[in-house]
């Protein structure tokens, strides 16, 4: 199954409040012919349109091929929060890795989040930044690791911008009974991931940036010359970076081993007023829960709820989008039970098996990063930043990121997606105990 097409129409965006909200930009047209380059980049989504920028910055002709429209897949689609750290926390890093590694993981983390900022900063995108998310915890058994691991944040780490937040405090700030407490971080934040990622095409055009798309790649060559080919072209390059992440589909198998695509559906309802709007969230900050299928939501400036949840475990979007995302939110927020949905839409992300995303050398000159398991707003930005620096010559931070690689799903392709299935049903089954 092609996930570029199964779920979408070729060449729209789906019908998220994100693309109600932002202007598109005019179509760039399909490859034609034969074009040649330095770098070859597959996918504009944030890793490739990042990655893209960056060297184009630095001199280098730089080709971008996107088989549907820049920011289509999971860049345009998803929540919209930056968050802190990696996917994994701190204390499960250094369990594994040892404290130095940790801790430089750490530093990769806070560099991505800068990423972002300077990416909007530099380029001029007006992507409705808010500083804040707030980490909510489900059940009181599990509160007390929260709070020990925002004291070893602020500790040992010198990240003074999260704080705990007791029973009170999380009612305070969210109006529901659901969470028992949970974390505030002021350095994390949110933005419209649709308005973050046109604004990257935009400055990466604005910098010289070949891109076409509407050009799927449907295989490439090794060699001095990676060569990559479309439906009616072809790409040859000194370089090639696959930035395709949870729609890569069998570009490359060595990826699709350790990286898999599953889907996640969001919701937005009517404007609900001001009054309404700010007793679910008391002030401008997102929201993720401690649920495996994590709950994640904010409201919007026109004062709607905007609501990430639901689990598939097909790769088809469920027929009815609003049905599969309203039962968490309505279990959340009892009192949005009667809430018009305006809009609803899913997208594709790409998880891997330790959540941490895999950066591979796949040649000495071909290059991927992808499998940000739900974490790549900041991430993805930062990867394209770290391939950009690994082609002219350093290689340091990917070698880093590349120290985390996941294992490969079991299985095979035949069955890595049923056995998902089964360990997903497993964690969201114990979610609900």
Same mark, same amino acid.
């Given at each position: 199954?092609?996930?570029?097409?199964?779920?979408?129409?070729?060449?729209?965006? @789906?019908? *998220?409040?994100?693309?109600? &909200?932002?202007?598109?930009?005019?179509?760039?047209?399909?490859l034609? !012919?034969?074009?040649?380059?330095?770098?070859c980049?597959?996918?504009a989504?944030?890793?490739? #349109? *990042?990655c893209?920028?960056?060297?184009?910055?630095?001199?280098?002709? &730089?080709?971008?091929?996107?088989?549907q429209? &820049?920011?289509? !897949?999971?860049?345009?689609?998803?929540?919209?929060?930056?968050? /802190?750290?990696?996917?994994?926390?701190?204390?499960?890093?250094?369990?594994?890795?040892?404290?130095?590694?940790?801790?430089? #993981?750490?530093?990769?983390?806070?560099?991505?989040?800068?990423?972002?900022k300077?990416?909007?900063?530099?380029?001029?995108?007006?992507?409705?930044?808010?500083?804040?998310?707030?980490?909510?915890?489900?059940?009181?058994? $599990?509160?007390?690791?929260?709070?020990?691991?925002?004291?070893?944040?602020q500790?040992?780490?010198g990240?003074?911008?999260? *704080?705990?937040?007791d029973?009170?405090a999380?009612?305070?700030?969210i109006?529901?009974?659901?969470?028992?407490?949970?974390?505030?971080?002021?350095?994390?934040?949110?933005?419209?991931?649709?308005?973050?990622?046109?604004?990257?095409?935009?400055?990466?055009?604005?910098?010289? &940036?070949?891109?076409?798309?509407?050009s799927?790649?449907?295989g490439? /060559?090794?060699g001095k010359? @990676?060569?990559?080919?479309?439906?009616?072209?072809?790409?040859s390059?000194?370089?090639?970076?696959?930035?395709?992440?949870?729609?890569?589909?069998?570009l490359s198998k060595?990826?699709?081993?350790?990286?898999?695509?599953?889907?996640?559906?969001?919701?937005?309802?009517?404007?609900?007023?001001?009054?309404?709007?700010? /007793?679910l969230?008391?002030?401008?900050?997102?929201?993720?829960?401690?649920k495996?299928?994590?709950?994640?939501?904010?409201? /919007?400036?026109? $004062? %709607?709820?905007?609501?990430?949840?639901?689990?598939?475990?097909?790769?088809?979007?469920?027929?009815?989008i609003?049905?599969?995302?309203?039962?968490?939110?309505?279990?959340?927020?009892?009192?949005?039970?009667?809430a018009?949905?305006?809009?609803?839409?899913?997208?594709?992300?790409?998880?891997?098996?330790n959540?941490?995303?895999?950066?591979?050398?796949? +040649?000495?000159?071909?290059? *991927?990063?992808?499998?940000?398991?739900g974490h790549?707003?900041?991430?993805?930005?930062? +990867?394209?930043e770290?391939?950009?620096?690994?082609?002219?010559?350093?290689?340091? %931070?990917?070698?880093?990121?590349?120290?985390?690689?996941?294992? %490969?799903? @079991?299985?095979?392709?035949?069955?890595?997606s @049923?056995?998902?299935a089964?360990?997903? !049903?497993?964690?969201?089954? %114990?979610?609900?105990?």
């Amino acid at each position: 199954m092609d996930l570029l097409y199964a779920n979408d129409k070729p060449g729209q965006y @789906p019908p *998220s409040y994100w693309a109600f &909200v932002t202007p598109p930009l005019a179509p760039f047209p399909a490859l034609k !012919g034969e074009a040649k380059a330095d770098i070859c980049v597959i996918g504009a989504g944030y890793t490739g #349109l *990042s990655c893209a920028l960056h060297l184009a910055g630095a001199g280098y002709k &730089v080709v971008l091929l996107e088989a549907q429209r &820049v920011g289509f !897949g999971a860049s345009g689609r998803n929540g919209g929060q930056v968050g /802190s750290g990696q996917r994994l926390p701190q204390d499960a890093l250094e369990k594994q890795l040892g404290e130095n590694k940790a801790r430089a #993981l750490w530093g990769l983390a806070e560099a991505s989040k800068a990423c972002v900022k300077s990416l909007i900063k530099k380029h001029g995108i007006e992507c409705d930044w808010r500083d804040g998310i707030i980490h909510a915890e489900l059940k009181p058994k $599990h509160l007390h690791h929260s709070f020990e691991y925002a004291e070893m944040l602020q500790i040992r780490y010198g990240y003074d911008a999260i *704080s705990p937040l007791d029973g009170p405090a999380i009612r305070a700030h969210i109006g529901t009974e659901s969470y028992c407490g949970g974390m505030l971080d002021m350095g994390a934040g949110h933005l419209n991931p649709q308005k973050y990622v046109l604004g990257l095409a935009r400055a990466a055009q604005k910098g010289g &940036v070949e891109i076409y798309e509407r050009s799927k790649a449907l295989g490439f /060559s090794e060699g001095k010359r @990676p060569r990559v080919r479309t439906e009616n072209g072809t790409v040859s390059a000194d370089f090639l970076v696959l930035a395709g992440n949870g729609y890569m589909g069998g570009l490359s198998k060595r990826v699709a081993r350790r990286v898999m695509p599953i889907n996640n559906f969001i919701i937005a309802t009517a404007p609900l007023g001001e009054a309404m709007a700010k /007793s679910l969230i008391r002030d401008d900050v997102a929201v993720a829960d401690s649920k495996f299928v994590v709950n994640y939501f904010k409201r /919007s400036s026109d $004062h %709607r709820m905007i609501f990430g949840g639901g689990e598939s475990y097909g790769y088809r979007f469920p027929a009815d989008i609003t049905i599969k995302a309203q039962k968490p939110m309505r279990s959340i927020f009892p009192q949005l039970a009667g809430a018009k949905i305006d809009f609803a839409w899913g997208g594709t992300l790409a998880i891997t098996m330790n959540r941490m995303p895999y950066f591979a050398r796949l +040649a000495p000159n071909i290059l *991927s990063a992808s499998g940000y398991s739900g974490h790549g707003v900041a991430l993805a930005s930062l +990867a394209g930043e770290i391939i950009a620096e690994t082609i002219q010559g350093t290689a340091e %931070r990917f070698e880093l990121m590349g120290a985390t690689t996941p294992r %490969r799903f @079991p299985g095979g392709p035949a069955l890595r997606s @049923p056995l998902l299935a089964l360990a997903m !049903g497993y964690y969201a089954l %114990r979610d609900r105990v």
